[in-house]
């Protein structure tokens, strides 16, 4: 234990996912060896981080503005939705160049067991989304691309079940060369792309 704003510091940086106490340690001392314009340019980034990061309106992916940039994108197939769980996960897929349509973030996955459930994530909004369909453009293809573990599966079966009747709808899951177990943001690019250009067919 260190005494003070140290000790503080190393709390609350401990709290973040992926640091432990000794990474977390690691980082305090690092920023007492640094320049203060260093700190000040990360007081800064948080500070935008609070003020000025929002929601895309329209799919739930972290945005500077109303509508992120994929959903400002008139050149995006808006036809083809792919649903992920977090915004993370929009930023693997884009990486693979494999995919040129829309998305829509849930905001996580099923998880009884956690007290998530479908009221606690985007699904409503996806519904809605596909029921009042803009521009005239009708979507054909909804991609489920949620984690392949417990959760995520669970996710995409819930997903199928709400989508199947919607007429003239294909819901796709994307195929193998992802780990069971794994997350979508440690994939990389070869393995992601690969899933994205096999997805099956589940509707």
Excluded: W
């Amino acid at each position: 234990m260190y005494e003070g704003p140290i000790q503080d510091l190393i709390d609350e940086l401990a709290k973040q996912p992926g640091l432990g106490p000794k990474g977390a340690q690691r980082i305090a001392f690092h920023l007492l060896g640094v320049e203060n314009v260093e700190i000040d340019r990360l007081i800064a980034a948080l500070g935008r981080v609070r003020d000025d990061v929002t929601f895309c309106a329209e799919c739930g992916n972290v945005s500077a503005n109303r509508l992120c940039r994929i959903c400002a994108d008139a050149r995006r197939d808006a036809t083809i939705i792919c649903v992920v769980e977090e915004p993370k996960d929009v930023h693997a897929i884009e990486r693979t160049k494999e995919f040129n349509g829309r998305y829509h973030v849930l905001g996580g996955a099923l998880d009884p067991l956690s007290g998530i459930g479908p009221d606690q994530l985007r699904i409503r909004e996806l519904l809605r989304r596909l029921a009042n369909q803009a521009d005239g453009v009708d979507v054909v293809e909804v991609i489920v691309a949620t984690d392949p573990n417990t959760e995520g599966e669970a996710t995409a079966t819930y997903l199928f079940r709400m989508l199947k009747d919607f007429p003239g709808l294909s819901v796709t899951r994307l195929a193998s060369g992802l780990p069971m177990g794994g997350d979508l943001e440690f994939a990389d690019e070869l393995t992601l792309g690969r899933a994205l250009s096999g997805r099956r067919i589940l509707a």
